[in-house]
């Protein structure tokens, strides 16, 4: 599944701006290049993640439902 680049949002609430897709240089597996869209107190503004691809299209158990890890909001 190829990633559609754009806004997302994390399921406790806060967004991100995905920027593409990336290889792990250890094992070359793919993983998600995302944005924080707010500024945190332990890592700064806008901060840089990756994620394994898999895990952020994963779903996660909330209140006895599953619901997706993120969801995507809108393209820029």
């Known amino acids: 599944m190829k990633i559609q680049i754009g806004i997302y949002e994390h399921y406790k609430g806060k967004q991100y701006e995905v920027m593409g897709e990336a290889f ?3 094992n070359l597996g793919k993983m998600v290049v995302y944005k924080a869209l707010y ?19 994963d779903m996660v158990d909330i209140d006895e ?4 890890r993120f969801r995507f909001i809108s393209s820029l």
């Not at 500024?39 to 299209?57: I, Q, Y």
């Not at 439902?65 to 997706?68: D, L, R």
């Open 24 to 26: 792990d240089s250890e």
């Open 39 to 57: 500024t945190s107190s332990e890592f700064g503004e806008n901060a840089l993640w990756v994620r394994p691809k898999n895990d952020f299209f």
């Open 65 to 68: 439902k599953k619901i997706p």
